[in-house]
């Protein structure tokens, strides 16, 4: 069974693709009550195993706060890889420095990679199911497909 489910949060859209695969379009700013948001998203699904993240951040920025909470909140555990697509020198520069200090932290062991296209995103999450050898299974998104994000306090 393919399940799917989309959510809107200010201005960007999430969309789940089973079995493992949720893909972030980031659009205008990026605020702390966004970042809650996805992180709620991620919560949601990643009950049962971690996932792939293909985020398209070409026609969005983060501000500070933002970035200082997805840095405080972000758990390696979530995911097997996550790729931005589009990023532009600053904020492959932004997340390169957000990972390195994950790393060193010994928080962070998950492959973060930029691509030009969605489809350059896809041959790289194929890249990294072979490396690691994880196997694509449905994941069973049932709480997520049943609630809404909404901003944490």
Same mark, same amino acid.
């Given at each position: 069974m393919s399940a799917t489910k989309e959510w809107t949060f200010g201005t960007h859209h999430a969309r789940w693709e089973n079995p493992d695969l949720l893909r972030v379009t980031f659009r205008g700013p990026t605020r702390v009550e966004d970042v809650d948001n996805l992180f709620a998203i991620y919560r949601a699904l990643v009950t049962e195993r971690p996932i792939f993240v293909i985020a398209d951040i070409s026609r969005s920025t983060i501000d500070k706060a933002a970035r200082e &909470?997805?840095?405080? =909140? #972000?758990?390696?555990?979530?995911?097997? @890889? #996550? /790729?931005?697509? @589009?990023?532009?020198?600053?904020? &492959? +520069? /932004? =997340?390169?420095?957000?990972? *390195? +200090? *994950?790393?060193l932290a010994g928080n962070w062991r998950v492959d973060v990679e930029f691509a030009d296209t969605e489809e350059e995103a896809m041959g790289i999450i194929s890249r990294i199911r072979r490396a690691r050898g994880v196997e694509p299974r449905e994941v069973s998104a049932t709480r997520a497909l049943m609630e809404e994000p909404r901003a944490q306090a």
């Open positions: &909470r997805f840095s405080h =909140t #972000i758990r390696a555990e979530w995911f097997h @890889g #996550i /790729i931005y697509v @589009g990023a532009d020198a600053l904020q &492959r +520069a /932004i =997340t390169k420095a957000i990972v *390195l +200090a *994950l790393y």
